[in-house]
Structures are given as structure tokens and as C-alpha cells.
């Protein structure tokens, strides 16, 4: 009998045509995450499982969890004899002490054919499948690894996701065999990755190290093989001036990380893996190289209204129309190097999604627009604070359109504003000591000291935020502060952390400026600082009019102190737990659960203008959408981690995200989901660690952003 020894005691079974038997070892019962996620692989045509030509051939796989016993590391096999000859084998995993936690990160002595300047690099290709419904879309990602080289290696693959993706499936496809991945927490899911690493056996591994960054790790990838991961993500799509926006990012921009970070994420070239420091790592292709990675789409697009127009300002769209509200799209091998960006206009604006559970409870996603009356109302007079970033990253065209976009508000001031400009890299300096009336003469002074400004240097954002807020208060004016950055930082705690102690009566506005921008960061500052965010992309004709949209929101008031009244409807556990002000342009989505009958309409009231008002809004028909109950989990952990962030003693938040997370099958930062193929470990002893390099964001200098 062979035996995989790793650190949880685990039943493998594999069968053809009959369902796998429950072994005496398997007494415990399941864990919530692997009723739905229990090792299986799918033959029943699971639409959102990675689909082999030979799948309904070939074996499926079982893991399912069990408390090992106490006082012994193994059990006998049992005896399967009566299942007759479907069963093929059955794997004991038993204990094992702990694998070294140290690893090599380089790959010394590896050699593969090379032509022109591509660089070898196991990831072949990505393709993204995507179906959206109204303001909600489900997608799967489909990573395929392969080995160029002459031996063995294991991959690692930093990436990004949209920080509100809800992951929730994970399948590993080795040859014939597809294996489900379940959900574990993430120091076991650690441990059971680094033992069947080291015995030889092929695994996989998902973690995420932030909201928007994860890390994909395959080990014993023999040379000529190939290994196909697919993971499945839900999330909301934000509705901004008139359109829903998909985005899709492609790559991790390189961070910058304050001197003594041993928590940031770090950017190194090519061939030096490890030397930033940095517990996650990304290494980068030099800009006369390139890899054979390729990114294709394909989106099935049901706006649920009549759509008034698809664009994308970043890729070339492949539309084929199927009726006046769905759209079939692709994108086909796009250089990894940028987000894609789709944005689509309807008719009439979807207001709810629902979905039943079987407990009786009703999850929802509420879209929440602002009263119509807000544009035209005036504004009362504002303070006005510009923060640039000026450091490396932002070098050539980001630091070029970030001026524009502070030149075209500077003119629309009024002579009751007062304005300040800080710029920040390294250091912060600003125009004056103190804001300045917006007269002819001081915005003069502002555009010449606007002109001068260089990107250059590291990136303390946290300088520029201590620059923005810790002046006194004008009691006179609201301070309205616009960052405008990358967001290229390894420290979002410490930067998110400022901007909630900092802010005070203050509105924070993101501007993102770039091509693959850190949305969370950008998002979470506006958050926290009860404003609004945008993201202009280089690629953009007109990166102006996207300014020119943002600064509209300025120029009108906000209805502040948001509440819902939803009548008989029992709502609870709603998120965001504290509604955002709500802005011209700016609907919000409100996730929650409720029981009872839906209403006709629900009652918003807030305050504008220094006055009480409310507003109906009509919810109209229900959508059902299975996805729901996910994205309110999903919800609920974003929420216990921005609670985490700001708590003195995080430990009790930390095991509620975990209880969310495994009673859903969600990946987190303290969740994993982990995959191993048992049926036969592989040759050759220790695979040495191979990084996948990504190209520098297109418009990026990658001379000043990534250390040499």
C-alpha cells in the first residue's frame, strides 16, 4: 500500500462510474465549506468546472476531511472488497512532522529552448470566461501551467482579482484527473501544500496575501506536462455616471514598501527572486523581454434592460449581438499588461437581486441611487487639497494626466474655495503653508507649481496623507481631499489605518491614474474617507472628460447620514454596515439578508443642504441570482477585516473571519483552498521554485518602479 504522509489525516478515493466510498476513517463530520467543496470532480457537465475533452472518461477524485486520532500517525486500509471493481484505489494521508518552512525561491541550472528575446515561464496562457446579469457576474479564470524546462520545477504566480471577488470553486486538472479543491484554513492548507511538495506529489495551492493580491502555487510539474487550475469568483460591478464597469486586472503593479515593511509586497527583476525582502513577490520581465502568457475573454453580457452602448477604452471588443439587452464579447490574446476595462450603458438600471436560501432566509444586492434633486443644488464653498503622487511609477504620462486633472478643477473654482497642492514621493511638500483662496493670481501660482512637479522616488503615501489632513480645519469650508496616484504601496494597512484616525469631518476622493492601478487601496480610501473613487486608464481618449466626471461629483453636495427604511421587509446583516454618502453619479450596491415578502419600494433619508430629506426607491421585480449568499459573505469578511485593521486586539474578529469563510467555502486571508493529486508522486527528488515574471504595467517606468 502506498502512502502520501501529510499533516491532516485525509481519505482519497477514485472512482469511474460509481460514487466513492465513505471510509471508517472519515467518521468526523464534514466541515460546511466541503459540503459544497469536498474533493469531487464534477462528470455531471458542472458549467463552471474546467472541461477536459476526456472528463466524462476519466476518474474523479474524493478528499474528504478527518480529526486524526491521537495516538497514532496511520490506520490499516479498509476494506473495500464489497464495492466491487469501480473503486480503483483508496490513499491514506496520515501525519507527518512538519516540512521546513524555509524554500528555495530560484531556479539555478534550469535550461529550455529560448528564441528572440521570450523568456521561458511555465504560465502559458489565461482565459477568462465571464457571465454578467444585471450588476452581478460569476467568472472563472483558467490558469494553464506547463514545463519548458528540462526537469521538474514548481510554479509560483502572483496575480490580481477584484478585491470584492468571492472565490468560491478551485479545480486542478492534471491530465484526465480533475480534483476539486477544498477549503481549508490557511496555516493547514500551508502545511498539507509543503508535504505533498516534498513527497513527490502534484498539489496546488490558493491563498490571497490581499483583497486584490492572490498567489498561485503548483508543485512537481514534470517537464512535458501540463496542469490546468481553474478558479471561480462572484462579484458587483459599480455603476458610475450612467455605465456599469467590469474590470479585469491583469497584473500587480510593483509596490513600493516603507524601510523596515516585513509584511509589504515586493517587486524585483527577473533572475533575483527574494531579493525584495517581502513575504509576497512579484518579479518582472525587463522591458526588451517578453513570455509567451496571453489573456484571452469571452463575456456573456445579460444587462437584464435594453443596452444603450459597450465599449472598452482599453481593448478591442469582439461584439456579436444577440438581443437588445445580451451581448457575446471577446478579447483574444491580450498582452498581459493592463486591467480590461468594459463598461455598458442600459436603459433602466436594474434595482434587486434575490436569492432563497434553504434556511428561509433571503440574500439580496440592492442597487441604491441618490435623489435626482442633487445636481442642482449648489455646493457651499470648499476647501479643496490636491495630493499628487509624484514618485517613480509615476513617471511620463500618469504624473502627466494627474496634472491635467488637477488644472481642469483648478479652473472651476470658485472665488469663496481656497485650494492647496501637496505633492508626495519620499517626502511631502506642498504650495504654501496653508489653502489659499482660488483668486486669478494664487491659481496662477498653483498651475506654475503644478508644472514643476517631477515622478521620481519611492511612494510615502502616508507623508501625503499627514500633509493632506493634520492641518487645522477651516470651520467655514468643507476640506475635500483628492488623492491622485497609482496606488503602488506594499503597506494599504498602515495607509488605510492613517486616512480612518486622520480624517475627521473630511471627504477623501481616489483618483486612479494608470493602466493597472490598485483599485482596492483607491476604493478603500474613498470608503473610509466617505468619498468617492475613479480610475482614468492611459489608454483613454479623452482622459479628461474622465476628470471632468470626477470633479462633478465635487461640485454638487452629497446626501450625508444615509439611512433605509425597509418597512415589513426583516432585514438584517446588511453591508456596507455605515451606507456611504450618496453623490450625483454614484449608486452604491447594498448587499444584506431578509425574510418576508419583498416590498414594492424601500424609503431612503439623509441629509443635504443642512435639511432632512427622503425618497422612495422603487425595487420593481425581483432577479434570482444562486450567487448571493456568497457575495453576502464575502461582504461580511471585507467588513470584519476593515474592523480587524482598526482593532487593538484583532483575535476574536480574525476566528469570525474564518468561521465565514469555511461555513461558505470562501477563499480569505486567513482561508486556503488547497488540491492534491495522490494517484502517483513523481521522480526526481526537491523541484526548485520557479517565480512567474509579468511585464511592467503598460506606461509604467519600470527603471524608477522596479529595484535593481
Given at each position: 500500500?502506498?502512502?502520501?504522509?501529510?499533516?491532516?489525516?485525509?481519505?482519497?478515493?477514485?472512482?469511474?462510474?460509481?460514487?466513492?466510498?465513505?471510509?471508517?476513517?472519515?467518521?468526523?463530520?464534514?466541515?460546511?465549506?466541503?459540503?459544497?467543496?469536498?474533493?469531487?470532480?464534477?462528470?455531471?457537465?458542472?458549467?463552471?468546472?474546467?472541461?477536459?475533452?476526456?472528463?466524462?472518461?476519466?476518474?474523479?477524485?474524493?478528499?474528504?476531511?478527518?480529526?486524526?486520532?491521537?495516538?497514532?500517525?496511520?490506520?490499516?486500509?479498509?476494506?473495500?472488497?464489497?464495492?466491487?471493481?469501480?473503486?480503483?484505489?483508496?490513499?491514506?494521508?496520515?501525519?507527518?512532522?512538519?516540512?521546513?518552512?524555509?524554500?528555495?525561491?530560484?531556479?539555478?541550472?534550469?535550461?529550455?529552448?529560448?528564441?528572440?528575446?521570450?523568456?521561458?515561464?511555465?504560465?502559458?496562457?489565461?482565459?477568462?470566461?465571464?457571465?454578467?446579469?444585471?450588476?452581478?457576474?460569476?467568472?472563472?479564470?483558467?490558469?494553464?501551467?506547463?514545463?519548458?524546462?528540462?526537469?521538474?520545477?514548481?510554479?509560483?504566480?502572483?496575480?490580481?482579482?477584484?478585491?470584492?471577488?468571492?472565490?468560491?470553486?478551485?479545480?486542478?486538472?492534471?491530465?484526465?484527473?480533475?480534483?476539486?479543491?477544498?477549503?481549508?484554513?490557511?496555516?493547514?492548507?500551508?502545511?498539507?501544500?509543503?508535504?505533498?511538495?516534498?513527497?513527490?506529489?502534484?498539489?496546488?495551492?490558493?491563498?490571497?496575501?490581499?483583497?486584490?493580491?492572490?498567489?498561485?502555487?503548483?508543485?512537481?510539474?514534470?517537464?512535458?506536462?501540463?496542469?490546468?487550475?481553474?478558479?471561480?469568483?462572484?462579484?458587483?460591478?459599480?455603476?458610475?455616471?450612467?455605465?456599469?464597469?467590469?474590470?479585469?486586472?491583469?497584473?500587480?503593479?510593483?509596490?513600493?514598501?516603507?524601510?523596515?515593511?516585513?509584511?509589504?509586497?515586493?517587486?524585483?527583476?527577473?533572475?533575483?527572486?527574494?531579493?525584495?525582502?517581502?513575504?509576497?513577490?512579484?518579479?518582472?520581465?525587463?522591458?526588451?523581454?517578453?513570455?509567451?502568457?496571453?489573456?484571452?475573454?469571452?463575456?456573456?453580457?445579460?444587462?437584464?434592460?435594453?443596452?444603450?452602448?459597450?465599449?472598452?477604452?482599453?481593448?478591442?471588443l469582439d461584439q456579436k449581438i444577440v438581443s437588445d439587452h445580451v451581448r457575446r464579447i471577446a478579447v483574444a490574446?491580450?498582452?498581459?499588461?493592463?486591467?480590461?476595462?468594459?463598461?455598458?450603458?442600459?436603459?433602466?438600471?436594474?434595482?434587486?437581486?434575490?436569492?432563497?436560501?434553504?434556511?428561509?432566509?433571503?440574500?439580496?444586492?440592492?442597487?441604491?441611487?441618490?435623489?435626482?434633486?442633487?445636481?442642482?443644488?449648489?455646493?457651499?464653498?470648499?476647501?479643496?487639497?490636491?495630493?499628487?503622487?509624484?514618485?517613480?511609477?509615476?513617471?511620463?504620462?500618469?504624473?502627466?494626466?494627474?496634472?491635467?486633472?488637477?488644472?481642469?478643477?483648478?479652473?472651476?473654482?470658485?472665488?469663496?474655495?481656497?485650494?492647496?497642492?501637496?505633492?508626495?514621493?519620499?517626502?511631502?511638500?506642498?504650495?504654501?503653508?496653508?489653502?489659499?483662496?482660488?483668486?486669478?493670481?494664487?491659481?496662477?501660482?498653483?498651475?506654475?507649481?503644478?508644472?514643476?512637479?517631477?515622478?521620481?522616488?519611492?511612494?510615502?503615501?502616508?507623508?501625503?496623507?499627514r500633509a493632506a489632513l493634520d492641518f487645522s480645519p477651516d470651520p467655514q469650508r468643507l476640506r475635500v481631499v483628492?488623492?491622485?496616484?497609482?496606488?503602488?504601496?506594499?503597506?494599504?494597512?498602515?495607509?488605510?489605518?492613517?486616512?480612518?484616525?486622520?480624517?475627521?469631518?473630511?471627504?477623501?476622493?481616489?483618483?486612479?491614474?494608470?493602466?493597472?492601478?490598485?483599485?482596492?487601496?483607491?476604493?478603500?480610501?474613498?470608503?473610509?474617507?466617505?468619498?468617492?473613487?475613479?480610475?482614468?486608464?492611459?489608454?483613454?481618449?479623452?482622459?479628461?472628460?474622465?476628470?471632468?466626471?470626477?470633479?462633478?461629483?465635487?461640485?454638487?453636495?452629497?446626501?450625508?447620514?444615509?439611512?433605509?427604511?425597509?418597512?415589513?421587509?426583516?432585514?438584517?446583516?446588511?453591508?456596507?454596515?455605515?451606507?456611504?454618502?450618496?453623490?450625483?453619479?454614484?449608486?452604491?450596491?447594498?448587499?444584506?439578508?431578509?425574510?418576508?415578502?419583498?416590498?414594492?419600494?424601500?424609503?431612503?433619508?439623509?441629509?443635504?443642504?443642512?435639511?432632512?430629506?427622503?425618497?422612495?426607491?422603487?425595487?420593481?421585480?425581483?432577479?434570482?441570482?444562486?450567487?448571493?449568499?456568497?457575495?453576502?459573505?464575502?461582504?461580511?469578511?471585507?467588513?470584519?477585516?476593515?474592523?480587524?485593521?482598526?482593532?487593538?486586539?484583532?483575535?476574536?474578529?480574525?476566528?469570525?473571519?474564518?468561521?465565514?469563510?469555511?461555513?461558505?467555502?470562501?477563499?480569505?486571508?486567513?482561508?486556503?483552498?488547497?488540491?492534491?493529486?495522490?494517484?502517483?508522486?513523481?521522480?526526481?527528488?526537491?523541484?526548485?521554485?520557479?517565480?512567474?515574471?509579468?511585464?511592467?504595467?503598460?506606461?509604467?517606468?519600470?527603471?524608477?518602479?522596479?529595484?535593481?
Amino acid at each position: 500500500m502506498r502512502k502520501l504522509l501529510i499533516p491532516a489525516l485525509l481519505v482519497a478515493a477514485c472512482t469511474k462510474d460509481a460514487a466513492p466510498p465513505q471510509s471508517p476513517l472519515a467518521s468526523a463530520p464534514p466541515r460546511a465549506a466541503d459540503r459544497d467543496h469536498d474533493g469531487i470532480a464534477d462528470e455531471d457537465g458542472d458549467e463552471n468546472a474546467l472541461e477536459p475533452p476526456e472528463a466524462t472518461e476519466a476518474p474523479r477524485h474524493r478528499a474528504v476531511a478527518a480529526s486524526p486520532p491521537r495516538d497514532t500517525a496511520t490506520r490499516p486500509r479498509p476494506d473495500l472488497r464489497a464495492r466491487g471493481p469501480s473503486v480503483d484505489e483508496v490513499w491514506i494521508l496520515a501525519r507527518a512532522p512538519r516540512a521546513a518552512a524555509t524554500e528555495p525561491r530560484v531556479a539555478p541550472g534550469l535550461r529550455a529552448e529560448v528564441e528572440g528575446r521570450e523568456v521561458p515561464l511555465p504560465l502559458a496562457r489565461t482565459d477568462v470566461r465571464a457571465k454578467i446579469s444585471g450588476f452581478l457576474a460569476t467568472v472563472e479564470v483558467r490558469q494553464r501551467y506547463d514545463n519548458p524546462y528540462d526537469r521538474k520545477i514548481d510554479v509560483e504566480y502572483v496575480f490580481p482579482l477584484p478585491a470584492n471577488a468571492a472565490v468560491s470553486e478551485f479545480i486542478m486538472t492534471v491530465g484526465a484527473r480533475r480534483i476539486r479543491g477544498i477549503v481549508r484554513e490557511r496555516a493547514e492548507a500551508e502545511e498539507l501544500y509543503r508535504e505533498a511538495r516534498r513527497q513527490g506529489y502534484v498539489a496546488s495551492l490558493l491563498t490571497e496575501e490581499r483583497p486584490n493580491v492572490f498567489t498561485q502555487k503548483v508543485a512537481n510539474i514534470e517537464p512535458g506536462k501540463q496542469i490546468d487550475i481553474a478558479l471561480t469568483y462572484d462579484n458587483t460591478l459599480p455603476w458610475e455616471d450612467g455605465a456599469f464597469t467590469f474590470a479585469f486586472p491583469t497584473v500587480v503593479g510593483p509596490r513600493y514598501n516603507r524601510a523596515g515593511s516585513r509584511d509589504g509586497v515586493g517587486a524585483a527583476q527577473r533572475g533575483s527572486a527574494g531579493a525584495s525582502g517581502q513575504p509576497t513577490e512579484v518579479t518582472y520581465l525587463a522591458p526588451d523581454e517578453t513570455s509567451r502568457h496571453r489573456v484571452s475573454f469571452t463575456i456573456e453580457l445579460d444587462a437584464g434592460a435594453p443596452l444603450v452602448a459597450v465599449d472598452s477604452a482599453t481593448h478591442a471588443l469582439d461584439q456579436k449581438i444577440v438581443s437588445d439587452h445580451v451581448r457575446r464579447i471577446a478579447v483574444a490574446d491580450a498582452a498581459p499588461d493592463r486591467d480590461l476595462v468594459l463598461r455598458y450603458r442600459v436603459a433602466s438600471r436594474p434595482a434587486v437581486f434575490v436569492h432563497q436560501g434553504a434556511d428561509g432566509a433571503t440574500s439580496f444586492a440592492l442597487l441604491l441611487p441618490p435623489p435626482a434633486d442633487l445636481r442642482q443644488l449648489a455646493r457651499a464653498p470648499v476647501e479643496m487639497v490636491f495630493v499628487v503622487d509624484c514618485s517613480g511609477s509615476m513617471d511620463g504620462l500618469p504624473i502627466a494626466v494627474a496634472k491635467r486633472a488637477v488644472r481642469q478643477q483648478l479652473a472651476r473654482l470658485g472665488p469663496a474655495d481656497t485650494f492647496q497642492i501637496i505633492q508626495f514621493s519620499m517626502d511631502a511638500s506642498a504650495l504654501g503653508r496653508a489653502p489659499v483662496p482660488a483668486t486669478p493670481d494664487n491659481v496662477a501660482r498653483g498651475l506654475a507649481y503644478l508644472a514643476s512637479l517631477r515622478g521620481e522616488g519611492g511612494t510615502e503615501m502616508i507623508t501625503g496623507i499627514r500633509a493632506a489632513l493634520d492641518f487645522s480645519p477651516d470651520p467655514q469650508r468643507l476640506r475635500v481631499v483628492s488623492f491622485l496616484t497609482d496606488g503602488y504601496i506594499g503597506d494599504e494597512r498602515d495607509i488605510l489605518a492613517a486616512v480612518a484616525a486622520k480624517v475627521g469631518s473630511a471627504r477623501l476622493f481616489s483618483f486612479g491614474v494608470g493602466t493597472a492601478v490598485n483599485r482596492y487601496l483607491l476604493e478603500k480610501m474613498a470608503a473610509f474617507g466617505r468619498g468617492a473613487v475613479a480610475f482614468v486608464d492611459l489608454g483613454e481618449r479623452a482622459p479628461e472628460e474622465a476628470a471632468a466626471l470626477f470633479y462633478e461629483r465635487v461640485s454638487h453636495p452629497a446626501l450625508a447620514d444615509v439611512s433605509v427604511d425597509w418597512g415589513a421587509w426583516q432585514v438584517s446583516d446588511v453591508y456596507p454596515e455605515r451606507i456611504p454618502d450618496l453623490m450625483v453619479g454614484r449608486p452604491i450596491v447594498v448587499v444584506g439578508r431578509a425574510r418576508g415578502p419583498l416590498p414594492a419600494s424601500v424609503e431612503v433619508r439623509g441629509v443635504v443642504g443642512g435639511r432632512r430629506v427622503s425618497y422612495k426607491v422603487p425595487l420593481g421585480p425581483a432577479a434570482e441570482h444562486p450567487a448571493l449568499a456568497k457575495l453576502w459573505a464575502r461582504a461580511r469578511v471585507g467588513h470584519l477585516a476593515d474592523a480587524a485593521l482598526l482593532a487593538r486586539d484583532p483575535a476574536a474578529i480574525v476566528e469570525e473571519v474564518k468561521r465565514v469563510a469555511l461555513t461558505h467555502g470562501l477563499l480569505s486571508a486567513y482561508t486556503a483552498f488547497i488540491a492534491v493529486d495522490a494517484t502517483e508522486p513523481t521522480g526526481g527528488g526537491t523541484a526548485p521554485i520557479v517565480p512567474v515574471s509579468v511585464p511592467v504595467p503598460r506606461g509604467v517606468n519600470a527603471e524608477k518602479s522596479v529595484p535593481r
